[in-house]
């Protein structure tokens, strides 16, 4: 254990204070030095791209073959996140070592978790980007289920606000994580997304439809806190731009609701 944080904080205290108040609130500060409490976290920045992309090659091999869909869109993330040479080149490495056999996915599930650091606006964020490719073949396929579910457990994500981060991509009102295709992707093409105006409200906002006016409010004001891009800090840009896209989807369920239901 240091004690240089307490001893230094302890006297610093004493001098500026010249009684033991200040002997005391130095030493308690310089303890929370000690700690690292009081030291600055470190930027987010891009340091989720490789786990990403490693998890992403995992997740599309966990099915069979990675088909040209799942290519495309990782292809398609790649470009969205704006990566620059050296970014897309380890990130290609990595979904090509993702995708080899024997590859240890809690590895980058870990490290995902890590990036994250209990945040649940970046963990909506990582399942929002990872759901092209999981929906890339059309029919939710077993395997990918279970590999997602695993992450967000990892993450602390429920199946409920899963199905509303999907029903806000556009991917089923009913949200796939209740209700699956037991064939997976066998057969199924590649399929277009349902346009926005089909998701659930009530799924996006996490509720059942016989929900009071006080639980929509609560949790209308819970998923906002939690999708404010203003949060983010330094992330890149099309986290944001994602973000920003979840509040209005959020706002436009929440306002749905209000003008079924007759409440303001």
């Known amino acids: 254990m240091s004690w240089i944080g307490k001893l230094t904080g302890a006297f610093l205290g004493y001098l500026l204070f010249r009684n033991v108040f200040g002997l005391v609130l130095g030493g308690m500060l310089g303890h929370f030095l000690d700690v690292g409490l009081l030291r600055p976290r470190p930027a987010l920045g891009a340091s989720f791209i490789e786990p990403l992309f490693a998890f992403a090659g995992a997740l599309s091999k966990s099915d069979g073959r990675v088909s040209e869909q799942e290519i495309r869109a990782a292809e ?11 970014q897309r080149r380890v990130a290609i490495e990595r979904f090509s070592a993702g995708k080899q056999p024997g590859y240890e996915v809690q590895d980058a599930v870990a490290e995902l ?18 759901l092209d490719l999981v929906y890339a073949e059309g029919p939710l396929a077993v395997a990918k289920q279970a590999m997602v579910r695993k992450l967000c457990w990892s993450l602390g994500v429920s199946d409920a606000e ?103």
């Open 162 to 264: 899963l199905a509303a981060i999907t029903a806000m991509k556009g991917y089923g009102a009913q949200g796939p994580w209740q209700q699956h295709d037991p064939r997976g992707s066998a057969g199924g093409g590649p399929r277009a997304a349902p346009s926005r105006p089909q998701a659930d409200p009530y799924t996006v906002l996490g509720i059942g439809r016989g929900a009071e006016p006080r639980e929509i409010k609560r949790a209308y004001r819970k998923l906002m806190s939690q999708h404010h891009p203003d949060k983010l800090g330094n992330v890149p840009e099309e986290l944001k731009r994602r973000a920003e896209v979840q509040a209005r989807e959020i706002n436009a369920a929440y306002e749905r609701i209000k003008s079924e239901r007759g409440f303001t």
């Open 76 to 86: 398609g993330l790649m470009a969205r996140l704006r990566l620059d040479d050296e």
């Open 113 to 130: 978790k890590q990036w994250t650091r209990g945040r649940r606006d970046l963990a909506f964020l990582l399942l929002d980007m990872l």
